[in-house]
Structure formats: structure tokens, C-alpha cells
């Protein structure tokens, strides 16, 4: 299995709304992170997880609340978002950090209205 | 900080050709990770090809090739045969080691019948 299974695929809240994103692989994969896409725009990181520990916030504002509830499993809780937060969110896994090959989920388009 | 750039927004190439995209990067560290990725119009992020900086020879996978230039920052991506599942657009990533991959701004690859 080298999947990594995102849901929802899309989603769409009001602003008001609290939704949690599931991000979740079976490779034994210790190191998971979080991207944000804007359309025509690279990935930007947003959380990295380290054997189920945050290990990096790249200052993402506090309406986006991680959480890594077992080494198989990545959550992204959203409360309070923006328009401006609309975007592709992207999970993805990677044996141990950094220099290894990273594996993505095929993304939930979240749209905020 | 890191940087990588891809000067070509959009390319074209006729089915069966060959077809080569740019980038370059800037870094001060003399070990690091180079990848190009794909992402078609699944969204999902695909790697294509690694290479690390501390060895020599060029990274092959298949039809897709690498040209690293370590003195010149470079490390374009060749795609020979090109078919019509190629078309997407490509992304090239950089690592030093740690959690973060920097991104390029992509190239959107068409590939005409």
C-alpha cells in the first residue's frame, strides 16, 4: 500500500463553521506534513509532524489546528476560516524527514464562503 | 534562503519527442536533495525523479532523465518518448535534508497527439 488517502475531496464551509480535513497512510511512515495550494501556485508547507510530534509550524495562523492522533494518521481542524483561505490542502507522508521520497494524497479542495 | 526557479511557465512538445525543463537553484549548502514532480489534473503530487547533490551521475528513471550541474545550480528534466499522460504540470523541489521541500513556480507541460 503506498497510498496516501485524503478526505474529504472537496469541501465547502462558511465562515462560521468548524470541519476537521483526515489525512491517513499505512506505509509506516513516520514524518507527515501539510501543504496549501493556491491555484497555479506551488505547494507551500504549512506543518511538518516528526514521529507524531509537531516539529515545524511554518506561522500558520491559529484557525488552522493540527493534530497527529497516531503515527498512521494526520488531522487538520479549520475554525474561523477566511475566502482568502480556499484552497487545495495537500497531506503527504515520507518514511522519516526530509531526504526521502514524499508521498501525496490526492489533495481536499476546500472552498470558504 | 533557498530558492528555485523554473523560467518556463509553459511548454509544448509533440507526442513521441523529447522535451527538456529548466530550473535552477540557489543555495549556499553543499549537501542537499533535488526532485521533480508531477501533478496532473488529479491534483496529486507524483514523484518522477531524486537526486542527491553529493553524487555524480546523473538520476535516470525510464524515459525521464536528469541533468544536474552542481557547480552551475541547475537540474533540468528530460522526457523522452514523450507521451500523452506526460502532460501536467512539473514541479522542481529542493531539500537540504531537513522537513521543508521548496518549490518552483511549475511548468505546465502540454503534450500534442
Known amino acids: 500500500d503506498t497510498e496516501v488517502t485524503q478526505t474529504p475531496k472537496h469541501l465547502v464551509m462558511g465562515m462560521t463553521n468548524k470541519k476537521s480535513l483526515k489525512c491517513e497512510q499505512h506505509?509506516?511512515?513516520?514524518?507527515m506534513y501539510w501543504y496549501k495550494q493556491k491555484a497555479k501556485k506551488p505547494p507551500e508547507l504549512m506543518f511538518v509532524?516528526?514521529?507524531?510530534?509537531?516539529?515545524i509550524n511554518e506561522s500558520v495562523p491559529s484557525r488552522f489546528s493540527p493534530e497527529c492522533p497516531n503515527s498512521s494518521l494526520l488531522n487538520l481542524h479549520l475554525h474561523a476560516l477566511q475566502p482568502e483561505d480556499s484552497a487545495l490542502y495537500l497531506c503527504a507522508s515520507s518514511q522519516a524527514s526530509g531526504n526521502t521520497e514524499a508521498f501525496f494524497g490526492q489533495g481536499t479542495r476546500l472552498t470558504v464562503v | 534562503a533557498q530558492t528555485v526557479t523554473q523560467s518556463q511557465p509553459e511548454m509544448s512538445v509533440q507526442e513521441a519527442e523529447t522535451v527538456t525543463l529548466s530550473c535552477t537553484y540557489d543555495?549556499?549548502?553543499?549537501?542537499?536533495?533535488l526532485f521533480w514532480y508531477k501533478q496532473p489534473p488529479s491534483r496529486q503530487m507524483i514523484l518522477v525523479i531524486r537526486?542527491?547533490?553529493?553524487?555524480?551521475q546523473n538520476a535516470t528513471e525510464n524515459r525521464f532523465s536528469v541533468n544536474f550541474q552542481k557547480a552551475a545550480k541547475s537540474f533540468s528534466l528530460k522526457i523522452s518518448d514523450s507521451q500523452l499522460g506526460d502532460a501536467a504540470m512539473y514541479f522542481c523541489?529542493?531539500?537540504?535534508?531537513?522537513?521543508?521541500?521548496?518549490f518552483g513556480t511549475g511548468t505546465r507541460l502540454a503534450v500534442r497527439p
Open positions: 523541489a529542493y531539500t537540504v535534508g531537513g522537513d521543508k521541500l521548496t
Open positions: 509532524y516528526s514521529y507524531e510530534k509537531l516539529s
Open positions: 543555495t549556499s549548502e553543499s549537501d542537499y536533495y
Open positions: 537526486q542527491e547533490a553529493y553524487k555524480q
Open positions: 506505509m509506516g511512515h513516520r514524518a
